[in-house]
């Protein structure tokens, strides 16, 4: 059985720094495109940062130049480190791996990131 855990969210203030965490059981990592998607309330789901299998990386528009994503799949983990804290990052944050040339994919339940002063 797989399972996404997330790690790592809370408050942070504007201009701070965040680490979130994901933890993948039940894979073998190595084959799975891995990334972070976020929901603000009342808002769609949107890609944050992906890794791919091959270690291509990708930013959302609103990210790009603050937060970093990393994997390391003998730890069967992706990380996304967010600095440069803005208010419009506040929201849930969601581990997502897919498995490559599939459909194929896993959800974590979720992380609550609030950035405030």
């Known amino acids: 059985q797989v399972h996404l855990v997330e790690s790592g969210g809370g408050w942070g203030q504007p201009g701070g720094s965040m680490s979130l965490s994901c933890v993948a059981s039940?894979?073998?990592?190595?084959?799975?495109?891995m990334n972070w998607y976020r929901q603000a309330p009342g808002q769609e789901r949107e890609h944050v940062a992906g890794?791919?299998?091959?270690?291509?990386?990708s930013y959302g528009d609103s990210v790009k130049g603050r937060f970093i994503v990393s994997r390391d799949n003998a730890k069967r983990t992706v990380n996304l480190q967010m600095n440069d804290l803005k208010s419009d990052d506040t929201a849930v944050y969601y581990c997502?791996?897919?498995?490559?040339?599939?459909?194929?994919?896993?959800w974590g339940p979720g992380t609550q990131v609030t950035v405030s002063s």
């Open positions: 039940g894979i073998d990592t190595t084959y799975y495109h």
């Open positions: 890794i791919s299998f091959n270690d291509i990386i």
């Open positions: 997502n791996v897919r498995r490559a040339a599939t459909p194929t994919e896993y």
